[in-house]
């Protein structure tokens, strides 16, 4: 039997993710799963392995590479004390990689 983890952050997909989401194939969607679910479980999702900073116009993004994917994020910490949650991980966009930059 497993030991259930809850999670630190609160997840926030934005209706157009959804969309691009909805599109995936079902092995690109357990990637864009297996990539997201460490964040939401870590203390400083910007910490996890795999996660970079972009530059330039997109600075204020970060990104987790999800197979043939990059999911981009940002967190936002929150101050309040009766939430079981640190914050919001808000997932701002999910792309190809051959599309991403």
């Known amino acids: 039997m497993s030991k ?3 999670h630190k952050w609160k ?3 934005f209706p157009a993710v959804k969309k691009a989401f909805n599109t995936l194939s079902s092995e690109q969607k357990q990637g ?5 679910r460490p964040l939401l479980e870590a203390d400083n999702p910007y ?3 795999g996660v970079k900073k972009l530059k330039g116009k997109f600075s204020n993004l970060w990104r987790v590479r999800a197979r043939d994917h990059r999911v981009f ?15 919001n991980l808000e997932i701002h966009d999910i792309i190809a990689r051959k599309d991403a930059y």
């Open 32 to 36: 864009v799963f297996d990539a997201v």
């Open 47 to 49: 910490a996890v392995p």
């Open 11 to 13: 997840l926030i997909i």
């Open 4 to 6: 259930f983890t809850p």
């Open 73 to 87: 994020f940002i967190v936002k910490v929150i101050e309040d004390e009766n939430s079981p949650y640190k914050g």
